[in-house]
Antibody, heavy 123, light 108 residues
Framework: EAHLVESGGGLVQPGGSLRLSCAASGFSFNTNVMNWVRQAPGKGLEWVSSIVPNGGTTYYADSVKGRFTISRDNSKNTLSLQMNSLRAEDTAVYYC????????????????WGQGALVAVSS | EIVLTQSPGTLSLSPGERVTVSCRASQSVGANYLAWYQQKPGQAPRLLIYGASSRATGIPDRFSGSGSGTDFTLTISRLEPEDFAVYFCQQYGTSPLTFGGGTKVEIK
């Protein structure tokens, strides 16, 4: 079964940067679309970004476009999210997720989630 | 983008009762690409339903989904103690994918 473990969360000042990583195991990482979804404290879920299996195409929510960069290293089964110019409204738990290949359309739904990494943006 | 509105916000119920959660879309969800997730406190969401009515692997048959177009429903036929959680809908028919605000099912 797929297993996803996020790391790299923490407290950062507004305008700062942070890099999240997600270690994947238990499935064929290099053939799966991977994603980041976030959840602000006490709030609902928000899709952040997706990346195709070969890393050649990426997608971003308008709220993070130009500030966040998703990437992957298929040799290390690792997904990353570089977050720059962070704002208070970026404060959230960030989940690494795997697209449910057998269930979804071109646009993902998610069958495996990590436990999340908390990012807090505050001065 | 498609806005998903869930109702009610909170349901207070007892084990054994039937649960009905509504998810209404601001425009038609393409091909009924609508999923439901369950999230327990401190845990990541779990996929329950995809394609509006198909159960994901390992999901008990007391969970069912229905609906089409703009109106979708998640039903739990008989609440078990482990079902008390927050439930989210998600559409993946139109980019960007979007989630509903969630419905909390709490113990009465």
């Amino acid at each position: 079964e797929a297993h996803l473990v996020e790391s790299g969360g923490g407290l950062v000042q507004p305008g700062g940067s942070l890099r999240l990583s997600c270690a994947a195991s238990g499935f064929s990482f290099n053939t799966n679309v991977m994603n980041w979804v976030r959840q602000a404290p006490g709030k609902g879920l928000e899709w952040v970004s997706s990346i195709v299996p070969n890393g050649g195409t990426t997608y971003y929510a308008d709220s993070v476009k130009g500030r966040f960069t998703i990437s992957r290293d298929n040799s290390k089964n690792t997904l990353s999210l570089q977050m720059n110019s962070l704002r208070a409204e970026d404060t959230a738990v960030y989940y690494c997720t795997k697209k449910a290949q057998d269930y979804c359309s071109v646009i993902p739904c998610f069958d495996f989630w990590g436990q999340g990494a908390l990012v807090a943006v505050s001065s | 983008e498609i806005v998903l509105t869930q109702s009610p916000g909170t349901l207070s119920l007892s084990p054994g009762e039937r649960v009905t959660v509504s998810c209404r879309a601001s425009q038609s969800v393409g091909a009924n690409y609508l999923a439901w997730y369950q999230q327990k406190p401190g845990q990541a969401p779990r996929l329950l339903i995809y394609g509006a009515s198909s159960r994901a692997t390992g999901i008990p048959d007391r969970f069912s989904g229905s609906g089409s177009g703009t109106d979708f429903t998640l039903t739990i036929s008989r609440l078990e103690p482990e079902d008390f959680a927050v439930y989210f809908c998600q559409q993946y028919g139109t980019s960007p994918l979007t989630f509903g605000g969630g419905t909390k099912v709490e113990i009465k």
